[in-house]
């Protein structure tokens, strides 16, 4: 009765303070939709906009930023508009190209004030405009294509005529916000908590705030759906701001978040906490912590191996005035600009280059770094994973990667236990990302690309299932696809961080138990130390690394050598244990591509039943420096 009475009395204060006025968590204030601001309202109102033409004078970043979005835009002049042709990407690329172009020119008219740049976008609104529908039965093409047309829209608002304006407006309207309604709320974007659940409402949501004065209700039930939708997506964050899909759809759901976050901030005055969800604001930190020394990310999972420009990025900076976390923006705006130059489609995050420009605050440049931590983890999620590195901004620096988590899930692979190993500058111990979708559906797998069901044919993707990835095996069995593996660190023996993955739920009724620990120590070196215990019959044990080094093998172990550097694996518990070395380079299945250069070590051991085997390899480098 007691528990009772005390939730009465919360229920009584949050009436009482939401009757005190502003906005509850994940509601809008009825009278913000009596005010909606004049245009331009997304992302920047017209008092932004003339700060910003002084800003691209005045402050270098944002001055050289500016340059490459008007290069891109007047690269695009004398192009014919987008051309929506289905090749089996549906229309993806084409709507993240004709966004990326809207995006650009109507900035740039926005910033010179010469019509020309008004003309192309307004060609490229009614290329698009004039389709006959969004592609909604793959909905992302959709959001991306609303998100271009309503950011024109907005920006461009008092230099359409009424007809342009009716002409988008509707398009908007009919083509992404009604075409979102005929989708089924059950087991879709809708309700769903991957990547599709942020971008398709989020360009949902900015497509009703810039239709908003139009169609009243119809934009109320847009966003008060995302609003009801968005916090069981924002829990992927939580706690510690990993992201089950990996660091590449990190970047595109995370993107769309923010990008709803922000539309609501500039139109309405309130994010509604959006960013306050648990792990959202500390996942600013989450790439940075994914990329090893090579630049290259840790790319579990259907991830590619880098991330180029993250617009996103200068929002996480403004928000947390860290300027550090723009490192890697920094680095990559030569390449993008190269990337414009040499005619590159824009169909990466650099499509919303501009709104990093919006998003970029000069004040916060000479805000100190704060330490980054060497190691860092999960703290469980969803997925879990960890990362231990030797220092920072040293290319050299040894990093390891590790995840457990569970293969049943968006984008997921049969990679319970895998790492990552790169020391000296080489990628020593190698995951191979994603199998080229195109390539995958082209070659008779379209159906089960993306079922991860215990029998699916998706785990006979070589990159997807447990052939390719760094794992130890029973009898080669299949980890079990519904069951979750968690990670948890070790206590620091000498000094020495290290994570331990409980592999029993993934490899149930294959042996009774098992665990990895893995330890970075101070020589930069590398422990894989795994124990298991057989059931009742004996059991033939496989530990798996997977290498693009030469691979000699030698009485304790093998040695690998790639660009001028060498790597020890050494066995230093494991008896009876065999090393053998495969070529895996050549597809296996006629949905494979070639892995050029890709070896698998093997170590073979076989374990009596009712016994605790080991096994432990110390990675150890071989380079003198
Ligand atoms: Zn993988």
């Not at 993806?92 to 004030?113: E, F, S």
């Not at 608002?157 to 009424?162: I, N, R």
């Not at 966003?223 to 089950?244: C, D, I, Q, T």
């Amino acid at each position: 009765m007691k528990f009772l009475q005390t939730s009465n009395l919360v229920l009584l204060l949050s009436a009482f303070l939401a009757m005190l006025g502003g906005a509850r968590a994940g509601t809008l204030p009825e009278n913000s939709w009596m005010s909606l601001p004049h245009h331009p309202r997304l992302y920047a109102d017209a008092a932004h906009w003339a700060v910003l033409k002084q800003q691209v004078t005045n402050d270098p970043v944002s001055r050289q930023i500016f340059a490459v979005v008007k290069d891109s835009a007047e690269r695009v002049l004398d192009q014919p508009p987008v051309a929506y042709v289905d090749t089996g990407a549906f229309w993806h690329g084409p709507m993240r190209q004709a966004q990326g172009r809207i995006l650009a020119l109507a900035m740039t008219y926005r910033l010179t004030g010469e019509p020309r740049f008004l003309v192309r976008a307004k060609l490229e609104m009614r290329t698009m405009a004039d389709l006959p529908n969004w592609y909604p039965q793959h909905f992302l093409d959709t959001a991306e294509g609303a998100l271009g047309m309503a950011i024109g829209l907005d920006w461009l608002h008092d230099a359409l005529s009424s007809e342009e304006r009716e002409r988008f407006a509707t398009a908007l309207v009919e083509k992404a916000m009604r075409a979102s309604l005929l989708v089924s709320d059950g087991k879709t974007w809708v309700t769903g908590n991957n990547n599709w659940t942020a971008v398709c409402h989020g360009g949902l949501v900015v497509a009703a705030l810039a239709v908003a004065e139009r169609e009243p209700q119809l934009a109320r039930q847009i966003v008060g759906r995302a609003l009801k939708n968005m916090p069981r997506y924002a829990e992927l964050y939580a706690p510690a701001g990993a992201y089950s899909e990996g660091p590449d759809y990190w970047a595109y759901g995370t993107t769309f978040y923010a990008l709803m976050a922000e539309a609501l901030r500039t139109t309405f005055g309130t994010t509604l906490d959006l960013e306050r969800a648990p792990g959202f604001l500390p996942t600013a930190d989450y790439t940075l912590q994914m990329t090893a020394p090579s630049g290259q990310l840790f790319n579990f999972a259907d991830n590619g191996s880098g991330l180029g420009y993250e617009p996103v990025m200068f929002w996480f900076a403004r928000e947390l005035r860290r300027s550090d976390l723009l490192q890697r923006e920094a680095a990559n705006l030569g390449a993008l600009e190269e990337a414009i130059a040499a005619g590159a489609p824009r169909g990466d995050s650099s499509r919303m280059l501009p709104l990093a420009l919006i998003w970029r605050d000069p004040s916060i440049t000479t805000a100190p770094f704060p330490k980054r931590p060497l190691t860092w983890w999960s703290e469980g999620g969803s997925q879990p994973q960890a990362v231990m590195r030797s220092a920072w901004n040293d290319p050299r620096a040894t990093f390891v990667g590790i995840k457990a988590g569970r293969a049943d899930d968006s984008h997921a692979h049969m990679d319970i236990g895998s790492f990552i190993l790169e020391a000296d500058g080489v990628r020593w111990a190698v995951d191979l990302g994603r199998e080229s979708y195109p390539h995958a559906r082209a070659n008779g797998l379209a159906d089960d690309l993306f079922k991860t069901t215990q029998t699916s044919r998706r785990w006979s993707i070589f990159r997807c299932g447990p052939e390719s990835h760094n794992l130890l095996r029973f009898d080669n069995a299949p980890q079990l696809v519904e069951a979750k593996a968690e990670i948890r660190p070790l206590p620091p023996g000498k000094e020495a961080p290290g994570f331990l993955v409980d592999m029993s739920p993934v490899v149930r009724g294959q042996v009774a138990r098992a665990e990895r620990r893995i330890r970075l120590h101070p020589d930069r070196s590398a422990t894989i130390a795994d124990e298991w215990t057989t059931g009742a019959k004996a059991t033939v044990v496989t530990w798996q690394w997977l290498t693009r080094a030469q691979v000699t093998v030698t009485n304790s172990g093998a040695i690998l050598r790639q660009q001028g550097e060498t790597l020890h694996l050494r066995i230093t518990e494991g008896a009876g244990a065999r090393v053998e070395v495969e070529d895996v380079s050549k597809p296996r299945h006629a949905w494979d591509s070639p892995n050029p250069g890709l070896s698998r070590i093997l170590i073979h051991l076989q374990t009596p039943p009712e016994t605790t085997g080991r096994l432990s390899v110390l990675a150890k480098l071989g380079s003198s420096r």
